[in-house]
């Protein structure tokens, strides 16, 4: 039986993964700090998903950890197929308003969640001799937005490291893609600045994403799409040895339209920071006024 590792799988695009995987007949571990969210989809693969899930407490923090599940996976079945660096949290604001914590957090989940998951997996992918590592980064590992900078940072650093991998893999016949989500409908903005004890004082931004989070639910397919759609998708682009995933389609377009104006993003950044200070009582009023 083919096997993946997936982390963040709890919720979101990661639970999207999973879905796709047990549908395909895969072994999936089921990996998240959310070690109850975990379980639960776990529970779900093994009733409507043709192949066999298993839940595991994993933080992607904890190089040790990540790299005893993959060991697990291989001892266990004998292979390791598929390995899905997907955990991570929004953290943002203004450059101003954030703290050095806010930095330490992108980097640590981020970055280092995806450098412990790859250092694990491809080792073992390379003496086997096959493998697949498909590594979440973002439309913000390509463009940069205003109040995202941490975020930006640590997505920036996923899409490098995951093409220089990908030129060095295939001489080992390891497959590796960059998926680059610009909106799929998950709880990323309704936990801002996660493992932070919430949205700090003064956080307008951050505050603004998260309270906005909450509507997601009425956006449509299209503009905001389904993690199982996303999932399937990225698993059908993975097997054809894609390098890039960049879904829903608009995404697409903003990254071709950032590459011919590579300055572009910044400007209107500019516009929009100036915009949202300026006009921030009325937004603030307006934020209130519907999520109350
Ligand atoms: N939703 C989007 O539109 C979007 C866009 C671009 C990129 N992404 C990226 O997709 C990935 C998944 O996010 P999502 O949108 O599904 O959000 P989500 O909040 O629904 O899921 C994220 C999962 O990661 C888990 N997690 C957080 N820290 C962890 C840690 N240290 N170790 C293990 N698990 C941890 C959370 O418990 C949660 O279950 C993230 O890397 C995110 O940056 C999402």
Known sequence: MRTAIVTGAASGIGRGYAVALAEEGYYV???????????????????????????????????????????????????????????????????????????????????????????AAYKVMVEQGFGSIVNTASMAGLTPFAFMAPYNMAKHAVVGLTMALRGEAGAHGVRVACVCPIAINTNLLTHVNGGLGGVPEGDFVGSLYERFGHYARYIPNFILMSPEVHGRKVLRAAERNRAYVIEPWYGRQVWWLSRLAPTAPARIGGVASRGVRAARPLIAKLADRLTA
């Open 29 to 119: 571990l089921v990996t998240d700090v959310d070690e109850a969210g975990a379980k639960a989809v776990a529970e779900e693969l093994n009733r409507v998903g043709s192949g066999r899930a298993e839940a595991l407490y994993l933080d992607v923090t904890d190089a040790q950890a990540v790299a005893a599940a993959v060991h697990r996976v291989k001892a266990e079945h004998g292979r390791l197929d598929m390995m899905f660096n997907n955990a991570g949290v929004f953290v943002g604001g203004p450059v101003e308003e954030i703290t050095l914590e806010h930095w330490r957090i992108a980097c640590e989940v981020m970055v280092m969640g995806v450098v412990n998951g790859v250092d």
